[in-house]
Every structure is written in C-alpha cells, then in structure tokens.
C-alpha cells in the first residue's frame, strides 16, 4: 500500500462522504437583522447518540508539512464540528469505515474562513492547524460514556 497520501482542495462535494462544509460561499440563504446581515441557514447536521451540545474551545499545537499520520479516531455517539477562531486554513484527515475500521484516509486542505462538521461515527485525523494560533470553537456531545475508539495504522502515512 503507497503510504503517501496527497492533500485535495475542500469542497463540499468531496467532503460529503464524512461531513459537511462549513463556509460562508455563494449567496446566504437568507437577510436578516433589518438587512444588514447574511444568513447561511442549517449548515450542518449534529447528532447525538444521548447527551446535549456543547461548545469548547480548543487550542491545538501547529504542524508541519509532510505530516506523519499515525492514527485515526472516531466518536461514535456524535458528531464533531471544528470552527477555527482565525482565518487560518487547516488539514482535515479523514477516512471511509472499512469493516469497523479505517479504509485509506483522504487529506483536505480547508481555505481560510472554512470550518468542517464531521459526522458521528467518520474516523479522523487529530486536530490539525498548519499555523498559530491553532483556536477552534468545537461543538460535539457532551455526556457520560465512553465517546472516542482509536485506531493506531501499522505503518505510518505521509501527508503532503
């Protein structure tokens, strides 16, 4: 198996498979606050096992390029949404379920504004800013259980 894996552009489209896109492209859906505002309406589907959302904040520290991808996790009892609190882009490293664990992960390169909701249960890489500050609001499940499997490749990939 190549353990090198290229970065793609962010788009909706080929993100769609693990989660939703969130940006503020194109026309908003909507004018409000007397026509002074723009609205991008529902942009992302949260869902929760049990439990209620919740909004942290997370500081992640930078990498670098090549990244060296040594594991992958997944919450099954919710999705995960990743806003950066700059205008930073950032890597996303998902991967398709294969049997109960990770297929070949897929590396995105999000544009600065952008921000990324992945589904419950999309194996994913860890937090990834590529510059500081490295902020990010994080909505997810806030509740009792366990809410994090791990997966530890037996080779690393290379990311870049």
């Known amino acids: 198996m190549d353990a090198r894996i290229g970065i793609e552009e962010m788009t909706a489209a080929a993100f769609a498979p693990f989660g939703d896109l ?48 040594e594991m992958v996790e997944r919450h099954p009892e919710g999705s995960q949404a990743f806003v950066p609190m700059s205008l930073d882009g950032f890597l996303v490293i998902v991967a398709p379920d294969a049997g109960g664990g990770p297929g070949r992960p897929r590396a995105f390169r999000t544009a600065p504004g952008q ?40 080779a690393p990939f290379e990311v870049g």
Do not use: K
């Open 22 to 69: 969130l940006d503020g492209a194109g026309a908003p859906d909507r004018i409000i606050n007397q026509g002074l505002c723009g609205r991008w309406h529902d942009r992302a589907r949260l869902d929760f096992g049990d439990g209620r959302a919740g909004i942290s904040l997370f500081r992640a520290e930078p990498r670098s390029l090549p990244y060296r991808l």
């Open 115 to 154: 921000g990324v909701n992945l589904h419950r249960g999309t194996w994913h890489g860890v937090l990834t800013p590529l510059v500081a500050p490295g902020l990010f609001a994080v909505i997810d499940r806030i509740g009792p259980g366990t809410n994090l499997e791990e997966h530890w490749f037996a």
